[in-house]
């Protein structure tokens, strides 16, 4: 198999100029093929000081104007130091004043309310938890019972789903036949788990969607050049994916393995009947660019968190 690499770097110094007051900061990726996202840029005022929060977005998703979607970046926030500055997460050690403000900084430049969010409390399993309008506000504004949940789903409109991401792979779904959306952390263990088929046999249960409609965007995470795993993780993988999990993974000299969960996300859609033309591949890794994104491997775990939204709009 040839490896290609993940050569999607921003450009580090371009960034650090981001508060000289223009609104296209982050200049075009170095990148051959063709893209897969784009960047929005809003400046977003009134929320303490006027800042711009870019918002990455999938092109697969732009003829869909019924949703609204994006993943941060660790950009427009007010958080200081390792958590500098657009940390979205409670559990990251921040000051919760902080948080909230980033989460309505980052709410205005998507496009939702802030205080409707409903959380994850993502602990790598495959638990999926059918949102409804009752539970929003949940792990924001309101205590959650939503636990040991990794994928949100909905067809309700107004209720955003977020999940949390340094490295992991978040995954976006939606149909826009039977108006439903859906988010999944699928780290390892949720990708050799399969938590992508999960979610859409569970839209096909609850909501009655058809995988054929369904479109999936793999976000920003890891690439296969940043991600060095043992043989345990590897066996695993081995186990349930069998001779297809070949093309997930290398052997190197050293006993290690470099695995490519993007590739085992997409294999798993591809078996659950999701149509290759419906799959959005990531143009970004995480950890190639820790400057611009929390990366838990690039920051020995000294990072706060980014996020993925999707709402069904009103
Ligand atoms: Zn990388």
């Given amino acids: 198999m040839e490896r290609k690499k993940f050569d999607l770097r921003l450009m580090d110094g371009e960034i650090l100029k981001r508060q000289e007051g223009k609104l296209m900061f982050i200049p075009p990726f170095f990148y051959e093929g063709e ?30 104007s ?14 200081h130091d390792h958590l500098a500055t657009m940390n979205l997460s409670f559990s990251r050690g921040d000051d919760r004043e902080n948080v909230i403000t980033n989460h309505k900084r980052f709410a205005k430049a998507v496009g939702y309310d802030w205080k409707q969010l409903v959380l994850s409390d993502q602990v790598h399993k495959t638990r999926i938890h059918k949102v409804t309008a009752g539970d929003a506000g949940k792990g924001i504004t309101k205590e959650s019972d939503i636990k040991e949940t990794d994928a949100l789903m909905t067809n309700e409109r107004g209720i955003p789903l977020m999940t949390f991401y340094a490295d992991c792979v978040p995954v976006f779904f939606h149909d826009p036949v039977k108006k439903a959306v859906a988010l999944a952390h699928s780290g390892w263990k949720g990708t050799v788990a399969k938590i992508s088929e999960k979610v859409i046999h569970a839209m096909g249960e609850e909501y009655g969607s058809k995988a054929s409609d369904i479109l999936c965007a793999i976000g920003p995470s890891i690439c296969q050049e940043c991600y060095e795993v043992s043989d345990d993780v590897i066996k695993q993988f081995m186990d349930n ?5 070949k093309e997930f993974f290398y052997e190197k000299e050293n006993g290690k393995y470099q695995l490519n969960l993007h590739a085992a996300c997409k294999y798993t859609m591809l078996s659950a009947g999701i ?40």
């Fill in 35 to 64: 893209r897969s996202t784009y960047i929005d840029y809003s400046l977003v005022k009134g929320i303490g000081d006027d800042a711009i929060v870019p918002v990455i977005k999938y092109k697969l998703f732009s003829e869909c």
């Fill in 66 to 79: 019924d949703i609204r979607h994006g993943f941060s970046t660790r950009m427009g926030g007010v958080s």
């Fill in 241 to 245: 994916f069998g001779d297809a999990s």
């Fill in 275 to 314: 149509h290759e033309e419906h799959i959005a591949m990531p143009d970004l890794c995480t950890c190639c660019n820790p400057n611009v994104l929390f990366s838990h491997r690039a920051s020995n775990g000294m990072r706060g968190n980014l996020s993925a939204v999707i709402m069904l709009s009103e």
